[in-house]
């Protein structure tokens, strides 16, 4: 039996495993941990920026940079079917005591016109809008790919309204396999980045927040607020940078699992409304009197 519910139910590899045993590690609370040292500059210089910063989850990732590129009564601009808005238990508001401005899309990708007309103008009764946040590939939204045109559109909205722009890239290498284009053109693209390496990369732990050195500095704060702070991480990091070098090339295999399984439903008459499978996500509907547990049963 293959689970197929999600790209984190997953385990180590033997390679892995040995990697993670043959880590060299130090307390990384002072920095002293090579190997995750090591893991935030291949992630930095992998998309072009100063400084990353190994965290436990992509939620932290994701919290941590709304916390520093916000502040309280700011509102940051994303699509309604965003994880920092779903699924991460509403801690824009409990973290950063900001609010959110929702963009109703079909599929999760945003436009630089949806993006401008959300902008507030500056009124001292309006929640003042300083972040916006894109989701490459959205998860609810079907595992679809952003075109880099489009993510460099909005950057020239934010840049011209003054708004930071943060990408939630928990699957920015399955976006990146599947429609080409490098990291470093990504990165170009955006202030900061949520990097996830426990989805389909593989590792059991781990994500990795990358932007500027004064960003990443004020984030390392944060991060050690929020209960962050890891001593031997190493351990974890090594996870992560062998599944950056050994597990990218092989989420080709993922997405073609996807795609056969797309084709598969499609023939079965109690399946309904598959959406395009462009990544490793299949969602479709069943056909009603069909439920999931007349489905599972099959
Ligand atoms: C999984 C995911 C995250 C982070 O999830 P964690 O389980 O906290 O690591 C963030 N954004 C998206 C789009 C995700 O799918």
Not at 41 to 52: I, N, P, T, V, Y
Not at 136 to 147: E, I, S
């Amino acid at each position: 039996m293959i689970n197929l519910l999600s790209d984190t139910v997953t385990k180590p590899t033997s390679g892995m495993l040995q990697a993670m045993f043959a880590a060299e590690v130090g307390d990384d609370v002072f920095r002293e941990d090579p190997t995750v040292n090591a893991l935030e500059a291949k992630c930095a210089d992998l998309f072009g920026h100063e400084a990353g910063l190994f965290c436990p989850s992509g939620t932290m990732t994701n919290q941590i940079a709304l916390k520093v590129h916000t502040r309280p009564l700011d509102e940051v601009i994303c699509d309604e079917m965003s994880h920092i808005y779903q699924y991460e238990v509403g801690g824009y508001a409990f973290n950063s005591g900001i609010g959110v401005n929702l963009i109703r899309t079909p599929n999760g990708i945003l436009s630089a016109d949806l993006v401008e007309a959300a902008v507030r103008p500056p009124y001292d009764w309006l929640p003042r809008s300083t972040l916006v946040v894109i989701e490459n590939t959205c998860n609810k939204g079907g595992g679809g790919v952003y075109p880099l045109e489009t993510i460099r559109e909005i950057r020239a909205v934010c840049r011209s309204k003054r708004l930071a722009l943060h990408l939630d890239g928990a699957r920015i290498f399955n976006a990146l396999v599947a429609k080409g284009g490098t990291p470093a053109d990504i990165g170009a693209a955006v202030d900061s980045i949520s990097i996830c390496l426990s989805k389909g990369l593989g590792a059991p732990v781990g994500s990795v927040l990358v932007g500027s050195r004064d960003f990443i500095a004020e984030a390392r704060r944060v991060r050690k607020a929020m209960g962050g702070g890891m001593r031997q991480a190493g351990y974890l990091a090594a996870a992560g940078i062998y599944a950056l070098d050994h597990h990218v090339e092989r989420l080709q295999e993922d997405h073609a699992h996807a795609r056969c399984l797309a084709d598969t439903l499609a023939a079965l008459e109690y399946v309904q409304n598959i959406r395009p499978v462009e990544t490793n996500i299949v969602i479709f509907d069943l056909v009603p009197p069909a439920t999931p547990a007349v489905f599972w049963s099959i």
